[in-house]
C-alpha cells in the first residue's frame, strides 16, 4: 500500500485488463487507520475497468478477478451490492472471503447481505467456531435429505420392528462444526453439494520461480514550509511549465533584421568628458544635422 501511495501512483486499469497482471494490496492488520485507502482503491478500480469494458462491447478481453479477503474487517464499500449484481456479465468475478456472515451484516445491512450470498454462484465453507451461527445458516442452506428410521423392540414373546422414512439435515451445524482441518463443502448452483479434501497449495507440486521482491525505497523527507515560501514555489512551478508548453517568444521578422543590423554595426562610444584647466567640464555637442556625417574628431567644443 505504501509502496502504491508514494513511489508507483499510476495504476492503468486499461493496462490491468489487456495484459497479464496482478495487483496485490497488503495492509498490517494491527493498524486500522488505512483500511477506508482499500475500499477507496477497489470501488474507484472496478470504475475503470467498468469503463474498459464498455469500450470493448460490454465485455472484458481476459477475466478480471478480485479476491478480497478479509472483507468484512474492511470499511463498507459503496454499493458492493451493484459490484456483485453487475460485475459478472462484464467477466469481473468478486471472491469476498470472510469470517463469518455476521460482517457482512454488520457492514451492509440484512438486505444488503443476503443480495451479496446470493449473488455468489460458488461458496465453499469450512472449519466453524464451536459458536458459530454461520454454521446454522449453511446448514440450512444445504438442505435436507431422507433417511429410514426405525426402532426394534423385543419382547418375551412378541419382537417388534417398526421402520419409518424421516427428514433431517443434509448436514447439522453440529457436523459442519466438527468438519476435520482441510475439509470444505463445496456448494455451486446447479448441482448438489460437494464435501471434499482440498490441500495447501505447497502440496500442488508447483514449480516456483525466483520470489518477488521489491525494490526498497526510502522514505521521502518531510518539510514544512510557511505560506509565502508554498506561493512562491507554485507560482515558479506554473511559470515554468506555461513558459515550457509555449515555447520560444516568436519575434517579428522586421525586429528580428534590425536587432541583426544593430548588432553587426554597433554604435561607436562617445569620448569622456574633458575637463580643462579651470576646472570645467566640456562636453561634445553634435553639429547641425547637414553636417551628421562629420568625424567626432572634427567636431567644435
Known sequence: MEQILCFDTAIDAEKFCNEKSALFIILPEEDLTKYFMVSLMIQQLYREILAVADENGGKLKNRVMFFCDELGTLPAIQSLELIFSASRSRRLTMVPIIQSLGQL???YGKEGAEIIVDNCQDTIFGGFAPNSQTAEVLSKALGSRTVMSGSVSRGKNDP??????????????????????????????GTHPVRTRLRLFLDWGITFGKPYTMEEK???????????????????????????????????????SGEKRATENPPAEEPPESKDGTGTLHTPVAGPREHAGYRRSDLKT
Do not use: W
Open 105 to 107: 451484516q454488520k457492514n
Open 160 to 189: 417388534s420392528q417398526s421402520l419409518q422414512m424421516m427428514e433431517r439435515p443434509l448436514m447439522t451445524p453440529d457436523e459442519l462444526k466438527s468438519l476435520p482441518k482441510g475439509n470444505f463443502v463445496v456448494m455451486k448452483t
Open 218 to 256: 526510502s522514505q521521502r523527507e518531510v518539510t514544512y514550509a510557511d505560506k509565502q515560501t508554498l506561493e512562491e514555489n507554485i507560482d515558479r512551478q506554473h511559470f515554468s511549465c506555461h513558459a515550457a508548453e509555449d515555447g520560444p517568444e516568436r519575434v517579428p521578422a522586421e525586429k528580428r
